[in-house]
């Protein structure tokens, strides 16, 4: 398939990922359809990074396929990561230099004109208008955060890719940091995004899939998986309150809570 239009973003297929003998990845599946906020959920270890890694071609998967906006990566890897925009776990910026001049810096690296009123536009739609001329070391973790967002999404990627980029921020930076994914859903665009938090998962992925151990538990809407979980004997032991959360059903699933 090579049609840039078609009904995934994104698809893969059987992927595997090994570090040396250990399989960090096994058999992996999903696809992100257009207009589609996916999330992936799992522990510390399950291989969430391993799995966003080798959608972005920073590592070699061993099987498996990966395709796109339609291209598959391995046979047209150039056309694929073009089509992408990638925030990694741990994205950092020289700390000396100013918001703006990176802005500056990573619009000249995608080839997108920046003028300077384009630039107040995208700060003032971050709520960042007053730190043009902040160094990024003086930035706190939330702002840190959306201007590595609007970085990795300068270019208009069809397919953005997020590792965690909520983790550490506190409830208002998440949630501006939320609205903006959820901006970028709204432009028919997809977004695969990794995260621990299994209420903001349940807020705003229209699909998530459950990994553990470098495997895929399960894949659906959170409505569906609360509901097809909610009678579980396990499910109904973790709850509490009554009231059966994702949080719950991904907790009896994977046999254990959440590490931090
Ligand atoms: N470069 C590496 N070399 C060896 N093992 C690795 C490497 N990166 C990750 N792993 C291992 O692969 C598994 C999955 O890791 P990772 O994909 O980072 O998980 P997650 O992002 O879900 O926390 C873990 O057991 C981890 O220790
Ligand atoms: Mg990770």
């Known amino acids: 398939m090579n049609n840039q239009d078609g009904a995934y973003i994104l698809q893969v297929q059987g992927l595997n990922v090994f570090y040396g003998s250990f399989q960090a990845v096994n058999n992996v599946s999903f696809d992100v359809k257009p207009g589609e906020i996916f ?11 391993s799995t966003l890694s080798a959608v972005e071609g920073l590592l070699k998967p061993q099987g498996g396929s990966i395709t796109v906006a339609g291209y598959n990566a391995k046979e047209k890897p150039l056309y694929a990561r073009a089509a992408m925009g990638v925030q990694l776990q741990a994205t950092s910026f020289q700390p000396e230099l100013t918001v ?12 997108v004109s920046m003028t300077k009123e384009k630039l107040r536009d995208i700060l003032t739609d971050i709520n960042l208008a007053d730190a043009e001329s902040k160094k990024f070391g003086e930035l706190s973790g939330g702002q840190q955060q959306r201007v590595s967002l609007i970085i990795s999404t300068i270019h208009d990627p069809r397919l953005v890719l997020l590792d965690e980029p909520t983790s ?10 939320w609205e903006r994914i959820e901006a970028i859903r709204e432009r028919g665009h997809g977004v695969l995004i990794t995260t621990h938090s299994m209420e903001e998962a349940e807020a705003v992925c229209d699909r998530i899939a459950i990994i553990d151990h470098g495997r895929i538990i399960t894949i659906d809407t959170p409505q569906a998986l609360i509901e097809k979980h909610r009678n579980d004997p396990e499910v109904i032991s973790v709850s509490r309150r009554g009231k059966i959360t994702l949080e719950d059903v991904f907790i009896a699933l994977t046999g254990r809570a959440i590490r931090s």
């Open 100 to 111: 703006a001049e990176i802005l500056q810096l990573y619009a000249g690296i995608y080839g």
């Open 168 to 177: 550490g921020l506190d409830p208002q930076s998440r949630r501006r940091l």
């Open 39 to 49: 999330g992936l959920l799992g522990p510390n270890g399950a291989g969430k990074t």
